[in-house]
T-cell receptor, first 111, second 114 residues
Framework: EDQVTQSPEALRLQEGESSSLNCSYT??????LFWYRQDPGKGPEFLFT???AGEEKEKERLKATLTKKESFLHITAPKPEDSATYLC????????????FGKGTRLSVIA | NAGVMQNPRHLVRRRGQEARLRCSPM?????VYWYRQLPEEGLKFMVY????????ESGMPKERFSAEFPKEGPSILRIQQVVRGDSAAYFC????????????FGPGTRLTVL
């Protein structure tokens, strides 16, 4: 069974304190790994897609990386507006194209 | 370009009633996915549709739940005889084609069953 595990469940950072969120996956075959941001009461907002080990993507203070077993979302010098739940999802070779999501990491950035 | 639209945003039903959730995909998108998010749980896939076809309904309960995406109009997720356990946030996502492709999510419908 395909599984996605995110850690930590919750993370509290001071403004400017860099850190990383982890997403480990066990899938039959990886077609793509996705990062989303979700604010309370809203739908997930697409951030990145990663396709192969070694790939990196950046957007403002966020950088996503991918290995054969896990992905990291690095947050550099976070600001309070970065507070949200960050979701990781995988798309696998088997079956059709639904995404398999982890439970997310709730990030709080304190000014 | 409008994003994925869902309505209603909030829906309250009493046990035994029917709930109808609507989703209009992004312009140019013909693939629609429905997901359910329970409190403290991750998003769970329910059903994947293209125009007039159900492609994958492996995540949808066999009873009381149905989905459609007609040639004209929005996709509809229908829940008959709702129970308290159906209370959740239901999200619709769309993509322009199948395969490796980003899915763009709507704001969700929050269903509360009294």
């Amino acid at each position: 069974e395909d599984q996605v595990t995110q850690s930590p469940e919750a993370l509290r950072l001071q403004e400017g304190e860099s850190s990383s969120l982890n997403c480990s996956y066990t899938v039959s075959g990886l077609r793509g790994l996705f990062w989303y941001r979700q604010d309370p009461g809203k739908g997930p907002e697409f951030l990145f897609t990663l396709y192969s080990a070694g790939e990196e993507k950046e957007k403002e203070r966020l950088k996503a990386t991918l290995t054969k077993k896990e992905s990291f979302l690095h947050i550099t010098a976070p600001k309070p507006e970065d507070s949200a739940t960050y979701l990781c999802a995988v798309q696998t070779n088997s079956g059709n194209t639904p995404l398999v999501f982890g439970k997310g990491t709730r990030l709080s950035v304190i000014a | 370009n409008a994003g994925v639209m869902q309505n209603p945003r909030h829906l309250v039903r009493r046990r035994g009633q029917e709930a109808r959730l609507r989703c209009s995909p992004m312009k140019g998108h013909s693939h629609v996915y429905w997901y359910r998010q329970l409190p403290e749980e991750g998003l769970k896939f329910m059903v994947y549709l293209q125009k007039e076809n159900i492609i994958d309904e492996s995540g949808m309960p066999k009873e009381r739940f149905s989905a459609e995406f007609p040639k004209e109009g929005p996709s509809i997720l229908r829940i008959q005889q709702v129970v308290r356990g159906d209370s959740a946030a239901y999200f619709c996502a769309s993509s322009p084609r199948a395969g490796i492709n980003e899915q763009f999510f709507g704001p969700g419908t929050r269903l509360t069953v009294l």
